[in-house]
């Protein structure tokens, strides 16, 4: 299976500031990344597809980018509503696999 | 409107069988790529299982031999049935449907599974 690694694990940001999580593969996925948000008690909500593509209705500030087995997810300026735990995952194989998880929360 | 809504969770104890079902509307089951992905209680997301609209199906190793995906075309449901349950399968149970194959565009609530004696 294709292990999914993801730092920072946790981090703590103010409103207005620039947030970056990085995902590594364990081997080569192209683009076939994925990255999910989920707010406690809810079900995950997709951002952005194939690395790099904004999910339709999704907020401008949040992007992707990457290839091959090293993915970068941003929020451009943070918001009191994007507290939450994100997620990457890799769609090369069929057997699917998450990254561990990035908790987001207010400094 | 799509929507997925999760049931059949609850109370089992180790070894024990139970059948989750997700009930969809909104779009057809057996054109899609459907997948179940649990939650253990306070953990990260795990790909349990998934059903291509080709009828191929593919189980994560920790649930193979042990969970069967299925789908019924007529009720527009898909099914997981989990047999000889651990207390590590507890979790909350979400399927969801699959924009293509392993992007998940909508999930359902998500129904708890808790083994235990």
């Known amino acids: 299976d294709i292990q999914m690694t993801q730092s920072p694990s946790s981090l703590s940001a103010s409103v207005g500031d620039r947030v970056t999580i990085t995902c590594q593969a364990s081997?080569?996925?192209?683009?076939?990344l994925n990255w999910y948000q989920q707010k406690p008690g809810k079900a995950p909500k997709l951002l952005i597809y194939d690395a790099s593509n904004l999910e339709t209705g999704v907020p401008s500030r949040f992007s992707g980018s990457g290839s091959g087995t090293d993915f970068t997810f941003t929020i451009s300026s943070l918001q009191p509503e994007d507290i939450a735990t994100y997620y990457c995952q890799q769609y090369d194989n069929p057997r699917l696999t998450f990254g561990p998880g990035t908790k987001v929360d207010f400094k | 409107e799509v929507q997925l809504v999760e049931s059949g969770g609850g109370l089992i104890q180790p070894g024990g069988s139970l059948r989750l079902s997700c009930a969809a509307s909104?779009?057809?089951?057996?054109?899609?790529?459907m997948s179940w992905v649990r939650q253990a209680p306070g953990k990260g997301l795990e790909w349990v299982s998934g059903?291509?609209?080709?009828?191929?199906?593919f189980y994560a190793d920790s649930v193979k031999g042990r969970f069967t995906i299925s789908r019924d075309n007529s009720k527009n449901t898909l099914y997981l049935q989990m047999n000889s349950l651990r207390a590590e399968d507890t979790a909350v149970y979400y399927c969801a449907r699959g924009l293509v194959p392993g992007i998940w565009d909508y999930w359902g609530q998500g129904t708890l599974v808790t083994v235990s004696s």
């Open positions: 909104g779009f057809t089951v057996s054109s899609n790529y």
């Open positions: 081997q080569d996925i192209s683009n076939y």
């Open positions: 059903v291509y609209s080709g009828g191929s199906r």
